[in-house]
């Protein structure tokens, strides 16, 4: 059995920095209007971080079994302990799957989760929900000695850019805006407070949507938006940092 305390400093560490080094989600649809949203984070780099620390457990490699970690979590298994989740979300979450791959020589450290959907109005609610799935799974992945019931109130902030907009997805036109409400309170948000101290350590985190769409784009709208040269993959760049200099950075219009 993995032993919990080994973890607690690793999970701690990751499911903070999930939200804080490389985020690509990318939503591929397909002509009948179903398709995926899957998110990826590269946590390497924390991995490295931690051990330039000198903070990795002495013997966490032989509490792994001296193996690397590579492990596929079906998210119906998470979403059964998130008792705040509404069943609607747990319905659309049900076929999702998490993916963890660990290993401590090559400090190769990543997440990538895969939720399939029906519509295109699901997309937008998966969004938010992906996010929330990469915390979920990851502690749940690597903290397997956790007693059921047990509360989630350690839980670090996390870093949720998509909720700062509000996004629609239609069979000819995409769109993102800034919610200037909920934006004019970004000083209170949590996680990226702790996100702005660790830019002090020269950490500023990225976050990249991709969008694949059925058939090429009439028109592509946004200071951070690149079309690829066949016009089916649009690709959404932004960082922490710019996100709080102009929340405007990250909207965009897609018209296809």
Do not use: W
Request: glycine share 8%; hydrophobic share 35%; net charge negative.
């Amino acid at each position: 059995h993995m032993k919990s305390k080994l973890f607690v400093l690793l999970v701690a560490v990751a499911t903070f920095f999930t939200s804080c080094l490389e985020v690509v989600q990318e939503v591929t649809i397909k002509p009948d209007g179903g398709g995926d949203v899957s998110s990826y984070s590269n946590l390497g780099p924390m991995l490295e971080m931690v051990k330039a620390m000198g903070q990795m457990p002495p013997d966490l490699k032989e509490k792994m079994g001296g193996k690397a970690i590579d492990t596929t979590i079906q998210l119906s298994a998470i979403t059964d302990s998130l008792k705040d989740l509404a069943d609607a979300d747990r319905k659309l979450l049900a076929n999702g799957t998490f993916n963890l791959k660990l290993n401590l020589d090559t400090d190769e450290f990543s997440t990538r989760n895969n939720i399939p959907f029906k519509s295109l109005g699901d997309i937008n609610k998966l969004e938010q929900l992906s996010a929330k799935m990469m915390d979920k799974g990851l502690t749940q992945a690597l903290d397997k000695d956790k007693k059921e019931g047990q509360d989630d109130d350690g839980d670090m902030p996390s870093v949720n850019l998509t909720g700062y907009y509000n996004t629609t997805y239609g069979k000819n036109l995409i769109e993102r805006k800034l919610d200037k409400t909920k934006y004019a309170g970004v000083d209170n948000d949590e996680g990226l407070k702790a996100v702005k101290e660790m830019s002090s350590l020269g950490v500023n985190p990225t976050t990249s949507l991709v969008i694949n769409l059925p058939r090429a784009a009439k028109k592509v709208e946004g200071k951070n938006a690149t079309l690829s040269e066949d016009k089916k993959k649009v690709t959404i760049k932004g960082d922490v940092e710019s996100f709080l200099n102009d929340g405007s950075a990250m909207e965009f219009r897609i018209e296809y």
